[in-house]
């Protein structure tokens, strides 16, 4: 059986975007996010409070934020206590943070050993939810490392089971560089859920080996029914070698209102914010659905 409902959460303005090497105009951005809420996407991660030094993408964070907070649930990830007082120098109210699993790509990513990561996270969720904030955190390599292979699958249920007692109200585990199989999805989501039941389990895929539909379907049956998705298939991560975009969420979106569960999202509303944003893009746009809507 399958939900009725599923959740896409938006991480196009911010995973989509934070690859593009090319500065892209912070009013580009706030369009961007402005048209993807108008095409029924409520939950987005709309930047990210990191050092300009490593991502300078998402050097508009803060403008971004002052402009994007009227409607819907809007998610900022922060690295480390600099990102999280410049998050508190604003209004925003949800906040992600991230570790990855696997020492390596942790220490490319963020500069530090996931220990040394959970150490000094640890203490800033507690104080995030005194705050009456929403934490999201987001588990990288919770299938394969670019730098290790394959990742235990137990410690991914560790490391998440820490952050739920840590207080956080979602995870979002990612398969960060679009290699995990259907089965080892199924098997990971399954236990996720059966384990750690009172937090807000989300999927986040990339879709580098195109499997990320085959994916979610998996992780469906498992009982998943929240996915973080990109506009126009848009991101990656600059930290991992070869990673290319999320799951489209136009893909997804079309995919399970097909199989009869709804998203609330509105496609041509959809195709209008990705054909909005694609002139600051170094890439093209190759989601199934998009390209079709074009050549239709
Ligand atoms: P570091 O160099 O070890 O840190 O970087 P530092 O404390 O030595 O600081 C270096 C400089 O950055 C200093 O500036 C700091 O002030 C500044 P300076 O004194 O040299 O002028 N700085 C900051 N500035 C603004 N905001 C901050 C901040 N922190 C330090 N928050 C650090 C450590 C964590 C900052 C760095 O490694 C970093 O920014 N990493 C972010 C990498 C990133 O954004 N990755 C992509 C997002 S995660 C992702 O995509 C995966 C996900 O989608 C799930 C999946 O698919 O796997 C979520
Ligand atoms: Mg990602």
Partial sequence: TYPKKATLIEVGPRDGLQNEKTFIPTEAKTTFI???????????????????????????????????????????LAPNQKGIDRVLGTKCQAVAVFVGVSDSFNKKNINKTTRESMDELKPIISMLKERNFFVRACISTSFYCPYEGKVDEQAVLDLCEEFAFAGVDELSVADTIGMAAPTEAYSLFSKLLNELPDVLMTAHFHDTR?????????????????????????????????????????????????????????LPLLVDAIDGITPFLSRTIDSGYYRLAKTE
Avoid at 238 to 266: C, K, Q
Wanted: aromatic share 6%; hydrophobic share 45%.
């Fill in 210 to 266: 195109k499997m990320a539909l085959a994916n979610i379907y998996a992780a469906l049956q498992a009982g998943i029914s929240r996915f973080d998705t990109s506009a126009g298939g848009l991101g990656g991560c600059p930290f991992a070698p070869g990673a290319t975009g999320n799951v489209a969420t136009e893909d997804v979106a079309y995919m399970l209102e097909r199989m009869g569960i709804s998203t609330g999202v509105n």
């Fill in 34 to 76: 402005r048209k993807l809420k108008a095409a029924g996407l409520k939950e987005m991660e709309l930047t990210s409070f990191v050092s300009p030094k490593w991502v300078p993408q998402m050097k508009d964070a803060a403008d971004i934020v002052s402009s994007c907070l009227d409607d819907g649930h809007n998610i900022v």
